[in-house]
């Protein structure tokens, strides 16, 4: 049974850091491409970031390029999102994603605020 666990979110002050991580279980994390995406309420969720099985492709979405970064770690069977520069527009409820099929993670509160 896939599994993915969100942790990490939390409330910050913009400008400031957090670091989210994607625990995966339950399936073959090593051959899945992953993604995180976010979703505010009322409104679509939205891409933000790639990364392939490997590692060695990434790609972003234009709002993030140059502020979140995406790894992933395989033997921890872990991705990560690495977010700076926060602003208020950020917030928003996190999630992960394994391949392009039904398997998200429940989800991070990440709220920016002063």
């Known amino acids: 049974q896939v599994h993915l666990v969100e942790s990490g979110g939390g409330l910050v002050q913009p400008g400031g850091s957090l670091r989210l991580s994607c625990a995966g279980s339950?399936?073959?994390?090593?051959?899945?491409?992953m993604r995180w995406y976010r979703q505010v309420p009322g409104k679509e969720r939205e891409f933000l970031a790639y990364?392939?099985?490997?590692?060695?492709?990434?790609s972003y979405a234009d709002f993030v390029k140059g502020r979140f970064t995406i790894s992933r770690d395989n033997v921890r069977n872990t991705m990560y999102l690495q977010m700076n520069s926060l602003s208020p527009e950020d917030t928003a409820v996190y999630f992960c994603?394994?391949?392009?099929?039904?398997?998200w993670g429940q989800g991070t509160q990440v709220t920016v605020s002063s």
């Open positions: 994603r394994a391949g392009l099929g039904d398997y």
């Open positions: 339950g399936f073959s994390f090593s051959s899945y491409a």
């Open positions: 990364i392939d099985p490997r590692g060695t492709s990434i």
